[in-house]
């Protein structure tokens, strides 16, 4: 249980502990903190999820079952932020650099004491992406030295790493992971067979974007480090979503996006380097020596919006004060009402393991005989729907992320409207 000190702990200023005060929010906060009930228990508690999901100023005429791609931010988040972005116009020099840039060394606090490492270890960044490409492009390889991945990764990290092919002539090698995956060993297994001796770095998904499927990325570690192969996490789903701590997964470098899963502003992302290793990734912006050892050499990208990764300090406090394993207990339950319904109808494919710690809040569906395309322009000019259509080389279908501010009422129209296309295909 989380105690209200830690809740408060996770904003040390007093004038970003204020940005909590929206009376009915503040109150199921305060209450969760002192709810003796288990996570799922509270997860089933209606009337506290919703105060949760009054938090969020989301447009209910249409259904949002997209919030793996990004999250809408609650009220105390925005409206903070339309507050910093508003005051950073004043006097920019002033307002942004002297005023409020400081309070990113308060932020950099809060994600290691939430996500689990040495605060010098974080480095905070506008994405999941520039995370990655920081270590991609980062880090010095020579031509025929080799990068291990799968062949789920995301789109936009496997171009970095084949322009770095084109480039400096590395070579990247990819292994095939079942759909849906349900064999921890299989995938380290499949990691261990494809490691040569030319082997120089593994990037996994903590959680694959295609399926929502969790890789067991601390065994995928330990068996990389006894082969001293160095592990980047692409870890854009998994941050906020569900409990673990970096530091212990085993790994050289993790990236995430903080606008998913911990509903931070638009264009926030953090990357947590193993101490000993930041000295061995060159910035994307440029850094000079004595700088080599310190994280903060990759948040050197000239003149941005200092407000925007401030806003983690609000999310931060929301996600506490909400408690993670309350907020994976709901989504889970969410899930579970969309897929006890579906999952059972002829033609209706899973391909995505369920089984406890195999995936959260999003699974990928398959209505066998329906394109997946069509199917989702229909769910969404029809319905108001929105969903994410995946296609890859080996399967297809549509990715389903609901949050902590959907209905179950938003569920069951998903529901009813899936059912009447899994039994009488697309409308004419
Ligand atoms: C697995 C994975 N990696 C990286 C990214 C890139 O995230 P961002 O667009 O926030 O940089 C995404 C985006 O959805 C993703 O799913």
């Known amino acids: ?33 002192g709810d003796p009930r288990g996570p799922e228990e509270v997860a089933a ?41 508003r005051i950073s116009n004043d006097a920019p020099p ?19 004491r939430e996500f689990g490492g040495d605060v010098e270890e974080f480095a905070i960044t506008r994405n999941s992406s520039e995370s990655l490409m920081i270590c991609q ?3 010095d390889l020579e031509r025929g030295d080799e990068v291990l991945t799968t062949d789920q990764d995301y789109h936009r990290m496997l171009k970095a790493f084949r322009q770095r092919e084109r480039r400096d002539g590395i070579v990247l090698r990819q292994v095939e992971l079942p759909v849906p995956c349900d064999d921890d060993d299989v995938v380290v297994r499949r990691f261990a067979d494809a490691i040569t001796a030319r082997t120089r770095l593994i990037l996994i998904c903590h959680v694959i ?79 000079l020596p004595e700088q080599d050892g310190d994280i903060r050499k990759f948040e050197e990208i000239g003149t941005h919006p200092v407000a925007i990764g401030l806003g983690i300090a609000e999310a931060l406090a929301f996600h506490r004060g909400l408690g993670v394993e309350r907020k994976l207990a709901r989504l889970v339950l969410l899930r579970d009402r969309w897929v006890r319904e579906l999952a059972p109808l002829e033609r209706v ?60 009422a938003e569920i069951d129209r998903f529901v009813e409207v899936m059912t009447g296309i899994a039994r009488n295909g697309l409308p004419g």
């Open 94 to 112: 002033y307002h942004m650099w002297q005023l409020l840039a400081p309070g990113r060394e308060v932020v950099r606090q809060g994600l290691a």
């Open 349 to 408: 494919r899973l391909l995505t393991d369920l089984s406890p710690g195999r995936a959260g809040a999003i699974a990928t569906v398959q209505i066998e005989g329906v394109p997946t395309a069509p199917l989702v322009e229909h769910l969404w000019d029809r319905h108001r729907i929105l969903c994410a259509g995946i296609r890859h080389r080996r399967f297809e279908g549509v990715r389903v992320s609901p949050s902590v501010y959907t209905t179950p």
């Open 1 to 33: 249980m989380i105690s209200r000190r830690s809740f408060l702990g996770a904003v040390a200023a007093p004038s970003l502990a204020a940005a909590c005060t929206g009376p009915d929010l503040h109150r199921a906060l305060q209450r969760a903190q």
């Open 209 to 287: 974007n295609l399926t929502g499927q969790v890789l067991p990325v601390a065994k995928v570690c330990a068996m990389a480090r006894e082969r001293g192969v160095p592990v980047l996490v692409d870890g854009a789903h998994a941050i906020a979503h569900f409990p673990f701590r970096i530091d212990e997964l085993g790994c050289d470098f993790y990236a995430s996006s903080l606008h998913k899963w911990l509903f931070a502003p638009m264009g926030t992302g953090l990357l947590w380097i193993r101490r000993d290793r930041i000295a061995d990734v060159w910035p994307l912006f440029s850094a």
């Open 137 to 139: 492009h980062g880090l």
């Open 45 to 85: 508690d209606e009337t506290f999820w919703r105060e949760i999901q009054a938090a969020f100023p989301v447009d209910r005429s249409l259904t949002n079952l997209n919030n793996g791609g990004a999250s809408p931010a609650p009220s105390v988040v925005q409206e903070r932020l339309e507050h910093r972005l």
